[in-house]
Structures are given as structure tokens and as C-alpha cells.
Nanobody, 118 residues
Framework: QVQLVESGGGLVQAGGSLRLSCAASGTIFNINAMGWYRQAPGKQRELVATRTTDGSTNYADSVKGRFAISISNDNAKKTVYLQMNSLKPEDTAVYYC??????????WGQGTQVTVSS
């Protein structure tokens, strides 16, 4: 089992920055990939960025050049970050952390609200 705790959302003006964090604990040795998804009101959940444990990354076209995903490790937990710069009102959504294990089990965080005002 993997437990996820997200933090870092909030309200920011357009052009500003936020950093989201998602700390994974439990059976972290089995994690293959970590990432961020978002869901705006009335829309489907969409991929924002993912990163595998070997360093491969994938970004949505809408965030390339503005967002950066990274992962840090210590003995007890693995944390995935999403640095969001040059934020736009269309980035407003609930952001969810997702972890995938080597045996394809998925875990989701509780979600954190990001609101960008114009």
C-alpha cells in the first residue's frame, strides 16, 4: 500500500507561481512512476506531467515550458513536486497526484485546489 499526502495549492494571480508537493509513504520501493493530473469544473481529468523513476518525463502541451516535475527520495518517502510558473486562469483546477507501481497498481492523492485569478 502507498499513502499520498498532497500540499501546496492555493490562490495566485495570473503570471504567478505555485509549487505542489505529494509525499508518498508505505511500499514506495514498488513505485515506477509519479505524476500530476488536473480536473477543471465540467471537464474530464487530464494529464499534466509525469515522471518515471528512471527520469523520463511527459508534459501536456499546454504546460510545456511553464511547469516542471521532479522527484526527491529519502529512506521513508518519495515526494513528487510540480513547479508551476507563469500561471494562467485556464490552469485553475483541482490537481491530483498519481502514483503507479511496477505491477500497475494506481494510487491517487486527495486533490488540491489551484485557482488562478486574472
Amino acid at each position: 500500500q502507498v499513502q499520498l499526502v498532497e500540499s501546496g495549492g492555493g490562490l495566485v494571480q495570473a503570471g504567478g507561481s505555485l509549487r505542489l508537493s505529494c509525499a508518498a509513504s508505505g511500499t514506495i520501493f514498488n513505485i515506477n512512476a509519479m505524476g500530476w493530473y488536473r480536473q477543471a469544473p465540467g471537464k474530464q481529468r487530464e494529464l499534466v506531467a509525469t515522471r518515471t523513476t528512471d527520469g523520463s518525463t511527459n508534459y501536456a502541451d499546454s504546460v510545456k515550458g511553464r511547469f516542471a516535475i521532479s522527484i526527491s527520495n529519502d529512506n521513508a518517502k518519495k515526494t513528487v513536486y510540480l513547479q508551476m510558473n507563469s500561471l494562467k486562469p485556464e490552469d485553475t483546477a483541482v490537481y491530483y497526484c498519481k502514483v503507479v507501481t511496477w505491477n500497475h497498481v494506481e494510487y491517487w492523492g486527495q486533490g488540491t485546489q489551484v485557482t488562478v485569478s486574472s
